[in-house]
């Protein structure tokens, strides 16, 4: 059995009075690419953000790798590792957001190499030329001095992937990489995708872009409502889901 | 009086002016970021403070603001007035102009999109390294239209130490205006003010120009 990068456990995440995430329990193996699809609403996002630190969960238990970074104890309230070791896990993943989130005020390669140099105290000289391999394999190798501003919504998606690249994730985050993408930039960020797919980087995709999830995904996940509602092999979810509301939601997105 | 007399007796004042000029912005530009940080605060009693302080400052005349850091230790304590009114007229315009400061780093601030924090928090930056490295210099750029304003309006406003009588250039100025009942040391006064302001514009201009590498 191959090791388990993330552990998420009955996750309970509520806003207020309203409950987004309702006994949520996911876990991806070394390797594994997981797509989550879902209505708007369903909880896709939060799921992530919760899984990266961005919102805390109200309870429920996260593990990366061996260490337990958030978990609920006998009373019930859930307890988050201290702020350093929290850092430490931090370094286990990366996320990709569906607005790039560049720093618009460095170039592309300070982008790439800010983090692990004052984060991570890496050697610069190293972790620039890691940088400048990552540029090359997003093809942006030409790109290296330029600002963030100066790119298409493809190109920063790009390098946005690279940025996360360059601090050595064990897993890969992304919501909706591509929704804020013109229809024919969506090529290019999926491609990448696709290509660190291939070279067996563990990832998490929430996506709209079935026929690109179908492909990917060793695993699909639908949610609905907070919950997972199904889920499986992509062939059977997508070919031959078992749940009605999955078929509806297939349904009406194939009508879109 | 010659022209050329008063020109002269009027720049030995412009020291002063200068002096006030340079060390406002020296205390006030990283006094208002103090004072946005108080004002953010998530602490209520602190933010609610600092707002009501802020709102006084900017509420009230800063010649007033003047007259109270200068003589009110007068009066409420009976300190002595000290005779170099240097460091009562930098200490009120420091805290008058922080106060601006403050609210105008306060907009740049909200301004940053609630993205770069996420994206630099989940690349592991703390909130030190974040604010440091990714929120300031986005904020510096997107306010420094703003702050050439109140940099201009200060120029103009060191005038207001006359009402301290605080020998610069302009009080100077009035003084010779009074005794030699003529209107042509307001007439240099609003030439020197006038050419001050062209090379703020110009300093404020090329910096402006140099964080235009992206936007
Ligand atoms: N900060 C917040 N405060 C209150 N409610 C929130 C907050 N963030 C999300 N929600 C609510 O939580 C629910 C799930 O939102 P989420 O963004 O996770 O959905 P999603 O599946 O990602 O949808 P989409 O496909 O539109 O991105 C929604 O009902 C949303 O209104
Ligand atoms: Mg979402």
Not at chain 1, 17 to 31: C, Q, R
Not at chain 2, 139 to 144: D, F, H, S
């Amino acid at each position: 059995m191959s090791k388990k990068i993330l552990q998420m456990k009955n996750i309970i995440k509520s806003y207020s009075d309203t409950e987004v995430l309702k006994d949520i329990s996911l876990s991806v193996e070394e390797g594994e690419v997981v797509s989550i699809i879902g209505p708007s609403g369903s909880g896709k996002s939060t799921l992530l953000r919760c899984a990266t630190f961005l919102e805390k969960i109200n309870g429920g238990l996260i593990q990366y790798l061996d260490t337990v970074a958030a978990h609920t104890n006998e009373e019930g309230k859930v307890v988050y590792v201290n702020r350093n070791q929290l850092t430490h896990v931090k370094s286990y993943f990366g996320l990709v957001f569906q607005q790039f989130n560049l720093f618009p005020h460095f170039s592309v390669l300070k982008n790439l190499t800010h983090a692990p140099i004052l984060v991570q105290k890496r050697d610069s000289k190293e972790v620039e030329q890691e940088a400048r391999e990552l540029l090359k394999k997003t093809g942006l190798e030409d790109k290296a001095d330029a600002y963030p501003c100066q790119l298409s919504g493809g190109q920063q998606q790009r390098v946005a992937i690279a940025r996360a690249l360059n601090l050595n994730p064990d897993i890969l985050f992304f919501d909706e990489p591509t929704s804020a993408l013109d229809p024919e930039l969506t090529g290019e960020v999926l491609k990448i995708i696709k290509e660190l797919a291939d070279e067996k980087m563990t990832m998490v995709i929430v996506t709209h872009e079935m026929s690109f999830a179908r492909a990917v995904s060793k695993r699909v996940i639908f949610m609905d409502g907070g919950f997972i509602v199904e889920e499986g092999d992509p062939e059977q979810v997508f070919g031959d889901p078992s749940q009605e509301r999955t078929k509806q939601f297939l349904k009406n997105y194939n009508q879109v | 009086m010659s022209l050329l007399t008063m020109i002269i007796k009027m720049s030995e004042g412009l020291s002063r002016t200068c002096a006030i000029f340079f060390l406002t912005l020296i205390f006030s530009l990283p006094l208002g970021m103090v004072v946005t940080l108080l004002r953010r605060s998530k602490n209520k009693i602190i933010s609610s403070i600092t707002r009501a302080v802020i709102s006084v400052i900017r509420g009230t005349p800063l010649m007033l603001q003047l007259l109270a850091i200068t003589y009110g230790p007068y009066y409420l304590v009976g300190l002595t007035v000290s005779r170099n009114k240097l460091v009562p007229v930098v200490v009120a315009f420091s805290i008058n102009y922080a106060a601006y400061f403050a609210e105008i780093y306060r907009g740049g601030i909200d301004s940053i999109s609630k993205g770069q924090y996420e994206a630099a928090d989940v690349l592991g930056y703390t909130k030190t390294q974040t604010f440091l490295r990714i929120i300031l210099p986005q904020v510096i750029k997107r306010v420094l239209p703003s702050i050439t304003n109140e940099v201009v309006t200060l120029v103009k406003d060191t005038s207001l130490a006359f009402t301290v009588s605080y020998q610069e250039m302009f009080t100077i100025g009035k003084e010779i205006a009074n005794s030699q009942t003529s209107f042509t040391p307001f007439l240099v006064a609003g030439v020197f003010y006038f050419v001050f302001n062209a090379l703020v514009d110009f300093v404020m201009g090329k910096i402006e120009k140099k964080l235009n590498y992206y936007h």
